[in-house]
């Protein structure tokens, strides 16, 4: 035993000694005197863990993780030492933070068909879109409140979008779906219904000659845009009065014959704003990163950024794989997070000048990756889904996933964070997941 400023802890004796001073952004409660410590070099952070919880002395341990210039320690002390080229010779500042504890998996919730589209965006709900070619609202006791009915094949994306004469109690929500349409949708989630509620389609939006496969709002209102098959990405504008139940002068006239009227008489926008050309395969996943560009990800192995205004493809990245899935953050939320038909994530950052390659790749999916999301507040977390069948969350600092969850029977088809600390999945077994309580802020 040896003892450092009044507390003491074990070690082994046979190994050599290292001086360390813990440094923590933590509230005070959790912090220890700014001092340092003799350690074992041969430490892991377990170990660590417990040398904080025995200088707090509080009632109840916590599990910390540790951090060497900006990376997470997952060897022993002495290795990483080595790998970093850090001399053990000087105090060895480390900061600590609370470790990530593994979510609670609730009941699965359950589908008729492969649940392709999860959005998490509100507290309040969850949307899902099947295979069935159903849309869903589904509040936080897993009651379905809204059905979406209207497509005539799989949604495969969605995304709400702000529209500028759009009541402040609706919601404004696009799907897109393999029918080669997108389409708009409002509904009130916060109104009381007795019964399960059939939301109409508000208006149609054709111009896709294929599956359109993703969609993606702008941060400005009445703007969306969409990445197909047929290898275009389209910007769309809403504009006008949207053909609605909730509009009074439609309720008063088609309350009763709504459910009858025929599909070729619906509210239909023909033509996109803008078509921008450039992707020679799938355009897989889109991203309206701010008001003036657009990010795409692709089966022609590329990453790309487009001006909207001028509709030019401002840079490229490539990977040499096809991609399915792509998402912006991270540090400044600058960083570019994409994953597709390996088991490879990977993560660019265009503040870089003069690289075109990723700088971090994490690869210990099985198979394919199908979704990745950054976490909508802390910088280094992020999540990915693959066909074999496991969500995993990653810190940026390290290579290894901190959490690996076996979410799905099957492939894993989409994923996205939900309450902040929340991730909800959902797969090929016709099942939406969800995984409360992270602790991630």
Same mark, same amino acid.
């Given at each position: 035993? $040896?003892? $450092?400023?009044?507390?003491?802890?074990?070690?082994?004796?046979?190994?050599?000694?290292?001086?360390?001073?813990?440094?923590?952004?933590?509230?005070?409660?959790?912090?220890?005197?700014?001092?340092?410590?003799?350690?074992?070099?041969?430490?892991?952070?377990?170990?660590?863990?417990?040398?904080?919880?025995?200088?707090?002395?509080?009632?109840?341990?916590?599990?910390?993780?540790?951090?060497?210039? /900006?990376? @997470?320690?997952?060897?022993?002390?002495? $290795?990483?030492? @080595?790998?970093?080229?850090? #001399?053990?010779?000087?105090?060895?500042?480390?900061?600590?933070?609370?470790?990530?504890?593994?979510?609670?998996?609730?009941?699965?919730?359950?589908?008729?068909?492969?649940?392709?589209?999860?959005?998490?965006?509100?507290?309040?709900?969850? =949307?899902?879109?099947?295979?069935?070619?159903?849309?869903?609202?589904?509040?936080?006791?897993?009651?379905?409140?809204?059905?979406?009915?209207?497509?005539?094949?799989?949604?495969?994306?969605?995304? =709400?979008?702000? @529209?500028?004469?759009?009541?402040?109690?609706?919601?404004?929500?696009?799907?897109? #779906?393999?029918?080669?349409?997108?389409?708009?949708?409002?509904?009130?989630?916060? !109104?009381?219904?007795?019964?399960? !509620?059939?939301?109409?389609?508000?208006?149609?939006?054709?111009? +896709?000659?294929?599956?359109?496969?993703?969609?993606?709002?702008?941060?400005? +209102?009445?703007?969306?845009?969409?990445?197909?098959?047929?290898?275009?990405?389209?910007?769309?504008?809403?504009? /006008?009065?949207?053909?609605?139940?909730?509009?009074?002068?439609?309720?008063?006239?088609r309350k009763l014959e709504y459910a009858s009227l025929p599909t070729k008489q619906l509210d239909s926008q023909a033509g996109a704003s803008r078509t921008l050309e450039g992707h020679t395969e799938c355009v897989s996943a889109v991203v309206w990163y701010e008001k003036g560009t657009i990010y795409s990800a692709s089966w022609d192995h590329s990453v790309r950024s487009w001006d909207v205004e001028t509709g030019i493809n401002a840079t490229t990245l490539g990977c040499g794989k096809a991609l399915n899935c792509l998402s912006?953050?991270?540090?400044?939320?600058?960083?570019?997070?994409?994953?597709?038909?390996?088991?490879?994530?990977?993560?660019?950052?265009?503040?870089?000048?003069?690289?075109?390659?990723?700088?971090?790749? =994490?690869?210990?999916?099985?198979?394919?990756?199908?979704?990745?999301?950054?976490?909508?507040?802390?910088?280094?977390?992020?999540?990915?889904?693959?066909?074999?069948?496991?969500?995993?969350?990653?810190?940026?600092?390290?290579?290894?996933?901190?959490?690996?969850?076996?979410? +799905?029977?099957?492939?894993?088809?989409?994923?996205?964070?939900?309450?902040?600390? #929340?991730?909800?999945?959902? /797969?090929?077994?016709? !099942?939406?997941?969800?995984?409360?309580?992270?602790?991630?802020?």
């Amino acid at each position: 035993m $040896e003892e $450092e400023n009044g507390y003491d802890y074990a070690y082994d004796e046979s190994s050599r000694q290292v001086q360390v001073r813990f440094t923590t952004k933590l509230p005070p409660h959790l912090r220890v005197p700014p001092t340092s410590y003799a350690v074992p070099a041969n430490v892991n952070r377990l170990a660590l863990s417990k040398v904080i919880n025995d200088l707090l002395r509080h009632e109840k341990p916590q599990p910390f993780d540790f951090i060497i210039e /900006g990376e @997470l320690i997952r060897t022993s002390l002495e $290795e990483l030492l @080595l790998i970093k080229g850090i #001399s053990a010779e000087k105090i060895l500042n480390i900061e600590y933070i609370l470790a990530v504890r593994p979510p609670n998996p609730e009941e699965p919730w359950l589908h008729d068909d492969w649940v392709s589209a999860v959005d998490g965006s509100y507290s309040s709900f969850i =949307f899902t879109g099947s295979y069935d070619s159903m849309g869903r609202i589904w509040k936080p006791e897993g009651l379905c409140t809204h059905v979406l009915e209207g497509h005539k094949d799989a949604i495969t994306s969605a995304a =709400f979008v702000k @529209l500028s004469d759009s009541s402040e109690s609706l919601l404004n929500l696009v799907t897109a #779906s393999k029918d080669q349409t997108l389409r708009l949708w409002q509904f009130n989630p916060n !109104k009381e219904v007795a019964n399960m !509620k059939t939301v109409r389609t508000c208006r149609v939006l054709k111009g +896709h000659t294929s599956s359109v496969q993703t969609v993606s709002a702008s941060p400005r +209102h009445n703007l969306i845009c969409s990445g197909s098959w047929d290898c275009s990405i389209k910007i769309w504008e809403i504009s /006008g009065e949207l053909e609605t139940e909730s509009n009074g002068v439609l309720l008063k006239k088609r309350k009763l014959e709504y459910a009858s009227l025929p599909t070729k008489q619906l509210d239909s926008q023909a033509g996109a704003s803008r078509t921008l050309e450039g992707h020679t395969e799938c355009v897989s996943a889109v991203v309206w990163y701010e008001k003036g560009t657009i990010y795409s990800a692709s089966w022609d192995h590329s990453v790309r950024s487009w001006d909207v205004e001028t509709g030019i493809n401002a840079t490229t990245l490539g990977c040499g794989k096809a991609l399915n899935c792509l998402s912006l953050g991270g540090e400044s939320s600058a960083l570019i997070a994409a994953g597709g038909a390996d088991n490879v994530l990977r993560i660019w950052d265009p503040r870089m000048p003069g690289t075109l390659r990723p700088v971090l790749q =994490f690869s210990k999916h099985k198979s394919w990756i199908t979704a990745c999301k950054w976490h909508p507040k802390s910088w280094h977390h992020i999540i990915s889904a693959s066909f074999d069948g496991t969500l995993k969350l990653w810190d940026v600092r390290s290579q290894i996933p901190l959490i690996t969850l076996e979410a +799905h029977q099957s492939k894993v088809l989409c994923a996205d964070w939900w309450k902040v600390d #929340s991730v909800v999945t959902g /797969g090929n077994d016709s !099942k939406l997941r969800i995984f409360a309580d992270t602790n991630i802020r």
